[in-house]
């Protein structure tokens, strides 16, 4: 059986193009307080090599997550497996309606700043 978990969290901040350093609501006060989430199913231009690409990557991520209040968009964030070295996720934003519609992950891939890649 997999088990999918589900929880609220918001942006400290943007490492790379597929990677969020983020606070985690786990309830019950509960939480993970800025650690590194991996997102699914895609790969994004590593940061730290000389391309633009990889901070091209981690720009629109960020731009896209900022809203006009000057702050993070609030998050949904699902996952059902840990990585090789973090939790590996799905995340969600708000859409006009207000409900969690939004798939970033493939946000990030439609828009040409990562790639479909499961590992």
Do not use: C
């Amino acid at each position: 059986m997999k088990h999918e978990w589900t929880f609220y969290a918001e942006v400290v901040s943007v490492v790379d193009g597929d990677t969020l350093k983020l606070n985690v609501d786990k309830g019950f006060r509960d939480f993970r307080i800025k650690e590194n989430f991996r997102l699914a199913r895609i790969n994004a231009p590593e940061i730290l090599k000389a391309d633009p690409a990889g901070h091209n990557s981690a720009e629109a991520l960020h731009h896209f997550l900022w809203d006009l209040r000057s702050e993070y968009r609030p998050l949904v964030i699902k996952s059902s497996k840990h990585g090789k070295y973090r939790w590996v996720i799905e995340v969600f934003i708000q859409d006009e309606t207000g409900e969690f519609n939004i798939n970033v992950n493939d946000w990030m891939v439609e828009n040409g700043h990562a790639v479909y890649q499961e590992y």
